[in-house]
């Protein structure tokens, strides 16, 4: 079992960064991967970024609207996934969900939500005009 917590979130204005942090505990050395996905009101969870690693390889996944602005990034130590946010737009505004993988896949599939088998509570992410 693995345990998630989220942090970092907060009201920003437009063009401002934050930095949000997903804490994992429990069986993380079963991990080949963690993501964040985010969901606006009346919208539904969508796909931010992910980080896998697979055989000590790193690689990174971002959505197109992120691309550019965000960065994902992990701290194999402290078993912490980081997602830096850069250039940050109203339309940035959600709930960001911390999630890990323990599937192995080697393109693609860390897109979508269903490769995913733990969440994390969610944090607020609120951006202002």
């Known amino acids: 079992q693995v345990q998630l917590v989220e942090s970092g979130g907060g009201l920003v204005q437009a063009g401002g960064s934050l930095r949000l942090s997903c804490a994992a505990s429990?069986?993380?050395?079963?991990?080949?991967?963690m993501g964040w996905f985010r969901q606006a009101p009346g919208k539904e969870r969508e796909f931010v970024s992910a980080?896998?690693?697979?055989?000590?390889?790193?690689?990174?996944y971002y959505a197109d609207a992120v691309k550019g602005r965000f960065t994902i990034s992990r701290d194999n130590a402290k078993n912490t996934v980081y997602l830096q946010m850069n250039s940050l737009k109203p339309e940035d505004t959600a709930v960001y969900y911390c999630?890990?993988?323990?599937?192995?896949?080697?393109?693609?599939?860390?897109?979508?939500?269903?490769?995913?088998?733990?969440w994390g509570q969610g944090t607020q992410v609120t951006v202002s005009s």
């Open positions: 999630a890990a993988s323990q599937r192995l896949y080697y393109s693609g599939s860390y897109y979508t939500e269903l490769s995913y088998d733990y």
């Open positions: 429990g069986r993380t050395s079963s991990n080949y991967a």
């Open positions: 980080i896998s690693w697979i055989w000590n390889t790193d690689r990174t």
